[in-house]
């Protein structure tokens, strides 16, 4: 099973932008990092710049509407994600736990699609998708 | 929490903490079998506490105490005229009188995991021994589970598991990593190790069960800590490689129906892009170590090129002939010289694969594998030469041991082409 732990760093969404996150916690991050790395489990990772440098595109009037950040409305947005193949939510949990996460930092942990999840005909009409995605190439 | 609650979180402790607690002891110890033992009576502690107390703040460390903690206890009660015995439990009283136990579980247990990867595959056990040691001590399998994922009765497993670990205690393995040319050796047998689990989950040989996929995930993860432990290896790079492109493609390989669907055939939008690049990842790594390339950085170098075309005919075939090239001078084999015809007949031509498929045919080792009168009839049709090709399909047909493949077969050994 594959999960992504998101991380959700309070605060984060009024950071200034070219906010970063400060060495000494960079650091102990890198260790945690590399603890996931030694267990075999870690199968990618990114970290996030904060909303302010980012644009949201939004929908509600049938057209897309651009909106640059930071996003006033928004209380919790993402600083970044691991992505891990574990044998169970719980151990996710777990690992999750391990993390030298801040008070104000939260993390979420979702677990990842796989093709095997869905239904027959939602199979079905995503392996056509890549037919004709590879027929265009 | 509730008693459900506590014993998933137990068995995700157990799964994460099992492997580096019984390398931790068989340091102590030295002795796999008594390590084992021993993180197990810490085990049934946990089962027996947390439900109570609840989860420790450190369930590594917890395990790992009350381990040492039986460890002593139990050499104490044995033979304590053993000398031996003595200098052991002396071992563990002092180790455990620094009282930083958190510390030392921390401390870069490095080299104790990869001592228990040694041991595991330790060259004096038979092959499947190996395996089977390595998916207990590594992979935290049952017996249960080990003798599903190889179709094999339990009770022939646990008989297994028992005589590799009575043949290490008997054979007084020391407990070092090795260095040097035996470590090179070593690291061979690992590899050879988790290659041969990963290819016993891949293999679409007996459907749909579980177990099978996670023999390849539990080989992939443990090569994965191995690139962690042996970076210097370029081999270990090499066959972690293999094994990511391999598992990109595990959605393709199978219709719906489970017929199996050669490489060539996969629909690529269902690779799996994510293991893909950390396969090329892996194999650059390997690559950057700039030495004379190894027998599983040539495969994952061929492996890559076909990850790396967006369609089966943007295969860049002129060099995977090469590198099957290489891999035969390395590695000498029917299967390879088989493999490299086929990239030979697409680099250069039919005419010139088949007449290195005709200098193989021969070869008692492919006396019964129906991919070799496969190919053969595929390079004759293309050819022309449909009667011959016909024969040979019919031949195919009679040695394929998968009911869809053989229908395929036959189909074509009547059809027109």
């Known amino acids: 099973m594959r999960f992504m732990m998101l991380m959700i760093p309070k605060g984060y969404e009024t950071a200034a932008p070219g906010t970063m996150p400060d060495a000494k916690a960079v650091e102990a991050m890198m260790e945690y990092n590399k603890e996931l790395q030694k267990a075999g489990i870690l199968v990618a990772l990114d970290g996030l710049h904060p909303p302010s440098m980012g644009a949201r595109v939004t929908f509600a009037s049938g057209k897309p509407k651009v909106t640059d950040g930071p996003f006033t409305e928004a209380r919790e947005v993402l600083g970044g994600y691991w992505m891990i193949k574990v044998k169970s939510k719980q151990e996710a949990i777990d690992w999750a736990k391990r993390c030298p996460a801040g008070p104000n930092e939260i993390i979420e942990i979702r677990q990842v699609q796989e093709m095997d999840d869905f239904p027959e005909d939602v199979q079905k009409a995503a392996a056509g998708f890549g037919e004709l995605q590879n027929a265009k190439r | ?417």
């Open chain 2, 1 to 417: 929490m509730s008693q459900a609650e506590t014993n998933r979180a137990i068995e995700a402790v157990w799964r994460i903490e099992q492997a580096k607690l019984i390398a931790g002891l068989m340091r102590l110890t030295r002795d796999v079998g008594l390590a084992e033992e021993l993180a197990q009576d810490a085990l049934v502690a946990a089962l027996e506490r947390w439900p109570k107390d609840g989860l420790p703040e450190r369930p590594g460390a917890w395990l790992m105490a009350t381990a040492r903690h039986r460890a002593v206890d139990r050499i104490r009660k044995q033979s304590l005229h053993q000398r031996k015995q003595d200098a052991i439990a002396y071992d563990i009283v002092t180790e455990n009188g620094d009282g930083d136990i958190d510390a030392r579980l921390d401390d870069d247990i490095g080299d104790d995991l990869l001592n228990l990867i040694f041991i595991a595959c330790h060259p004096i056990l038979s092959t499947e021994a190996r395996l089977a040691l390595t998916l207990r001590l590594l992979g935290g399998l049952t017996t249960q589970e080990i003798a599903r994922a190889f179709l094999t009765p339990e009770p022939t497993i646990a008989q297994r598991i028992v005589r590799a670990k009575r043949t290490l205690a008997q054979a007084r393995i020391p407990f070092e990593v090795p260095r040097g040319v035996e470590r090179a050796e070593r690291i061979a047998s690992v590899l050879q190790v988790l290659y041969l689990i990963f290819n016993e989950g891949y293999a679409a040989t007996s459907g749909h069960d579980w177990m099978r996929p996670q023999l390849c995930d539990e080989a992939i993860r443990l090569a994965r800590i191995l690139a962690v432990l042996v970076p210097e290896d370029p081999e270990v790079h090499g066959l972690l490689a293999l094994m990511e492109i391999q598992a990109s493609r595990f959605a393709a390989r199978t219709a719906a129906d489970g017929t199996p669907i050669l490489l060539l055939d996969q629909n690529r939008a269902r690779w799996d892009r994510l293991l893909i690049r950390r396969g090329l990842a892996a194999l650059a790594r390997a690559e950057a170590l700039n030495r004379r390339p190894g027998p599983y950085v040539l495969q994952a170098a061929i492996a890559a090129c076909h990850a790396r075309a967006n369609t089966a005919d943007a295969t860049d075939w002129t060099i995977i002939a090469k590198l099957y090239g290489l891999l035969a001078e390395l590695t000498p084999s029917p299967v390879i010289e088989l493999n490299r015809a086929v990239a030979v007949s697409f680099a250069d031509s039919p005419a010139a694969g088949l007449a290195i498929i005709d200098r193989i045919a021969d070869e008692p080792q492919l006396g019964s594998y129906h991919l070799l009168p496969s190919v053969r009839g595929d390079l004759l049709a293309k050819l022309g030469r449909h009667d011959e090709a016909r024969l040979e399909f019919a031949r195919a047909a009679s040695l394929a041991t998968n009911n869809r493949e053989r229908d395929l077969l036959l189909a074509r050994s009547t059809g027109g082409n």
